[in-house]
């Protein structure tokens, strides 16, 4: 019994002094000092998306005023993804209705560490479509090695006077 005792505040004791002293990990954090510290990391990557929300705040070009819900513009989507030096981006814009014209602009960004921001490396192309309610468009280009890289896409959409824009980023990939 006096053992079982022991062996309790023994127990009891290391519970304490762990709770007191936490044991810090001895794994080696990643400390890449040229990893992104701005946008989302792709789970794999070498590929990655990004889209823009419909409850994104969409500006107004009329009036130059935010605003929550959009008449027209429905969705965005923007990817990316690489294959030895060579970077694919593609984006889509989508409206509710036909609309008089509608675009989406593709731009390569390659993150700049010592700055800590993403540079615009090249307008991968400018897409636009009249009279309909779809727009796609792709590009690739090629790119130096050993850097993070993401794609911008503007969508847009215009009916009549009402223009409605927003903007997607995908999640960043790694140029090996």
Same mark, same amino acid.
């Given at each position: 019994?006096?053992?079982?005792?022991?062996?309790?505040?023994?127990?009891?004791?290391?519970?304490?002094?762990?709770?007191?002293?936490?044991?810090?990990?001895?794994?080696?954090?990643?400390?890449?000092?040229?990893?992104?510290?701005? /946008?989302?990391?792709?789970?794999?990557?070498?590929?990655?998306?990004?889209?823009?929300?419909?409850?994104?705040?969409?500006?107004?070009?009329?009036?130059?005023?935010?605003?929550?819900?959009?008449?027209?513009?429905?969705?965005?989507?923007?990817?990316?993804?690489?294959?030895?030096?060579?970077?694919?981006?593609?984006?889509?814009?989508?409206?509710?209705?036909?609309?008089?014209?509608? /675009?989406?602009?593709?731009?390569?960004?390659?993150?700049?560490?010592?700055?800590?921001?993403?540079?615009?490396?090249?307008?991968? /192309?400018?897409?636009?479509?009249?009279?309909?309610?779809?727009?796609?468009?792709? /590009?690739?280009?090629?790119?130096?090695?050993?850097?993070?890289?993401?794609?911008?896409?503007?969508?847009?959409?215009?009916?009549?006077?009402?223009?409605?824009?927003?903007?997607?980023?995908?999640?960043?990939?790694?140029?090996?």
């Amino acid at each position: 019994m006096k053992r079982f005792r022991s062996l309790i505040v023994l127990v009891a004791s290391i519970l304490m002094i762990s709770l007191i002293f936490p044991v810090t990990s001895l794994a080696a954090e990643n400390t890449d000092p040229l990893k992104p510290t701005i /946008g989302e990391p792709s789970p794999d990557l070498m590929n990655g998306e990004g889209s823009i929300s419909s409850n994104e705040p969409l500006i107004s070009l009329t009036s130059m005023q935010p605003f929550m819900s959009n008449q027209y513009l429905r969705s965005g989507i923007s990817v990316i993804g690489a294959s030895g030096d060579t970077v694919r981006v593609s984006g889509n814009t989508s409206a509710y209705f036909t609309v008089n014209s509608m /675009g989406v602009v593709l731009y390569l960004q390659r993150w700049d560490a010592p700055s800590g921001r993403w540079l615009e490396e090249i307008k991968v /192309g400018d897409f636009t479509q009249n009279n309909t309610s779809f727009v796609a468009g792709a /590009g690739s280009a090629k790119v130096p090695k050993g850097y993070y890289y993401r794609a911008r896409a503007h969508h847009w959409v215009n009916k009549g006077t009402i223009v409605e824009q927003a903007t997607s980023y995908t999640s960043y990939i790694y140029v090996k």
